[in-house]
């Protein structure tokens, strides 16, 4: 008999562990790949507790148990765990080591699953947990595996070649770049383990992860320009085997713990905001000297050659098309208070849909009503859906995944009837303005994203308010919609990646917003490109952002008057180019509807 209540499934884990002489467990939401987004297969922490989030994570012990996810889930959290079941703990103000260090008790054995930490958060929950006489033990096999009755099996889809004239690159030149560091640094090898990362260099995509087209699988990547692939037989055609050619060696992923293990005498690099923990217990007890650092594919898969930006220029422009005809769709029907967010969602699907090039969805599409729109990482269910009300903002923030590129945009619509209220107005004015500072500036190369964040939130800290989570993120192409290492944020803040100097080639996210919590939310997102900024007699080499997505904004939520001749020149501008490269692909009141919305200001 199946356990459906999460009652039953927590008791079930306590008697597991017991059986195992542990005392605690941790939970994460994590894969073996440390994977944002992760397979049915993989959602160990939705199915014991029934969290649907992003991030988060949980930890039990006999008698307590407790849930622990930042400020972007409060809210959400709250609806979807059991508060009798389990204490809801924030992040950062605390986490599951220094929570479990508190309660656990002296001579306490804490169990977690190596294959899904990082070792970084092994070894300081270590040294914490020694200060009060705990011990962290490694589990052989995970317990909920062992009570999860009906876990799924992990994907069987094959994987399949991505084309060069898509990756604008071979396999066999990205694997030499990666030799060629290999043989400066002193290293024989490095074990890659994202896998977005796997799937770039090997040129090689597939469908084991919802959103991301990427295959399970791992890259042993040699000095020498060879590589070892492991992945499930199954998944591999011949078409993928005479794709990768003689310098890739195929493997059975369970082959890829023993692998490691045969590295004796080798100095294998491995980047440990990447891999987990068991990757390097299983290399150090087989006897290689492990180096940390970073993982070679993620600088050069964030900057795009020409090809993958062309491409996504490309996919943009289809995305473009679908979103207006939607955006047609929700102006004339959710007004009669008929139509609800999953409705909503579905129908955004259906218009993308109808291009041919669309894969899938990048991520679940944020579909928010009302209050729902304050929820920064809102994501409708059955549960949580309602109708968009009338006389209410409504924000989608959707993606798509085509071949030749990955989108992500945020609108912020006014449904009527009825006009929106003059505090609406102010606070997405001054997003918009934010939003456009941003989109305009010029700075030097090698900029941080950190440097940049403030742009975006200064006309917003001149009302004394603010927005709560990062301002744009990297994107990749045909791959992850959050894309390492570049990002803008405030510096200091949670988010790695803000310090890294912007490079032209990068593509990232422009996205300020505002939320009023229970009411109502703003967002404004849109994809822009690093390129030369081209000033006339600048002392040295100067940046600029090229905007990539191009929808109409809308016009009834801004204030004319707020605005300064640069920003409605932007507007206008923006709006030229949006009907310039949409137009050719609409008819009829599509067309109509978008020369009405990108009509001068």
């Known amino acids: ?136 033990v490694p589990v052989d096999g995970n317990p909920i595996d062992a009570v999860w009755a009906d876990r799924p099996e992990p994907s069987k889809a094959v994987a399949v070649p991505h084309d060069d004239k898509f990756a604008g690159r071979s396999s066999a030149d990205k694997r030499a770049e990666i030799a060629d560091w290999l043989k400066q640094e002193g290293y024989d090898a490095t074990v890659i383990t994202a896998l977005d990362s796997v799937a770039w260099v090997l040129n090689m995509r597939g469908q084991d992860v919802d959103n991301t087209p990427v295959a399970l699988s791992y890259v042993l990547a040699h000095a020498d320009g060879t590589a070892e692939l492991f992945i499930a037989p199954e998944k591999v055609t011949p078409e993928l085997t005479k794709h990768f050619g003689n310098a890739v060696r195929v493997r059975d992923r369970a082959d890829f713990e023993p692998a490691l293990a045969g590295l004796k005498g080798k100095t294998v690099a491995v980047d440990p905001k990447h891999a987990v923990a068991g990757i390097f217990h299983a290399l150090e ?18 900057i795009k050659n020409p090809a993958e930006q062309q491409g996504h220029r490309d996919a943009q422009a289809r995305d473009g098309a679908a979103v207006v005809k939607y955006l047609r769709w929700i102006e004339e029907n959710a007004p009669s208070g008929e139509i ?77 009837p009825g006009e929106p209220t003059a505090e609406m107005v102010d606070r997405n004015t001054r997003v918009l303005k934010g939003h456009i500072e941003l989109d305009l500036a010029r700075f030097p190369d090698k900029t941080s994203g950190g440097a940049l964040d403030a742009l975006a939130r200064m006309h917003l800290w001149q009302a004394g308010v603010d927005y709560g989570h990062g301002t744009g993120h990297g994107v990749g192409s ?124």
């Not at 997505?549 to 008057?561: E, F, G, I, Q, Y």
């Open 1 to 136: 008999m199946l356990m459906q209540t999460h009652e039953a499934r927590l008791d079930a884990l306590r008697t597991e562990l017991q059986k195992r002489g542990l005392d605690g467990f941790v939970i994460p939401i994590s894969d073996e790949h440390m994977s944002e987004y992760v397979g049915s297969y993989a959602q160990r922490l939705h199915w014991l507790t029934g969290f649907g989030g992003s991030a988060g994570s949980a930890a039990v012990l006999k008698e307590k148990a407790a849930m622990f996810t930042d400020g972007r889930y409060t809210v959400q959290v709250r609806e979807q765990v059991d508060g009798k079941l389990f204490d809801y703990e924030d992040v950062p103000a605390t986490s599951p080591a220094k929570w479990l260090a508190e309660h656990a008790g002296k001579g306490a054995t804490i169990g977690y699953d190596a294959w899904l930490h990082g070792v970084e958060w092994a070894e300081e929950a270590t040294k914490l947990f020694a200060k009060k006489g705990i011990e962290l």
């Open 285 to 302: 007890d087989g006897g290689a000297t492990v180096v940390r650092d970073a993982d070679p594919a993620v600088l050069p898969k964030a």
């Open 478 to 601: 045909y791959l992850s919609v959050h894309e390492g290492p570049q990002r803008i944020s405030k510096p200091g803040g949670a988010f790695p990646g803000t310090e890294t100097p912007l490079q032209e080639g990068m593509i990232l996210s422009n996205e300020p917003g505002y939320y009023k919590p229970g009411e109502y939310g703003i967002r404004i997102e849109n994809l822009v490109l690093v390129v030369d900024a081209d000033i006339e007699g600048s002392e040295g080499k100067y940046l600029t952002f090229e905007t990539l997505t191009h929808v109409p904004l809308d016009r009834k939520l801004v204030d004319k008057s707020l605005l300064t001749e640069r920003e409605i020149h932007w507007w206008n501008s923006y709006h030229a180019k949006t009907r310039d490269i949409l137009a050719p692909q609409l008819e009829g009141e599509d067309l109509a509807w978008l020369e009405r919305e990108c009509a001068p200001l």
């Open 340 to 416: 609800d967010e999953l409705t909503a969602a579905a129908k955004l699907r259906e218009f993308r849909g109808l291009s041919p090039d669309m894969k899938d969805t990048s991520f679940d599409t944020i579909s928010a009503a009302a209050g729902h729109a304050a929820l920064p990482h809102y994501k409708v269910d059955e549960d949580s859906n309602i109708p968009i009300p009338p006389s209410s903002i409504y924000l989608c923030d959707s993606g798509g995944q085509y071949m030749d590129g990955t989108t992500d945009i945020t609108r912020t619509v006014w449904v009527g």
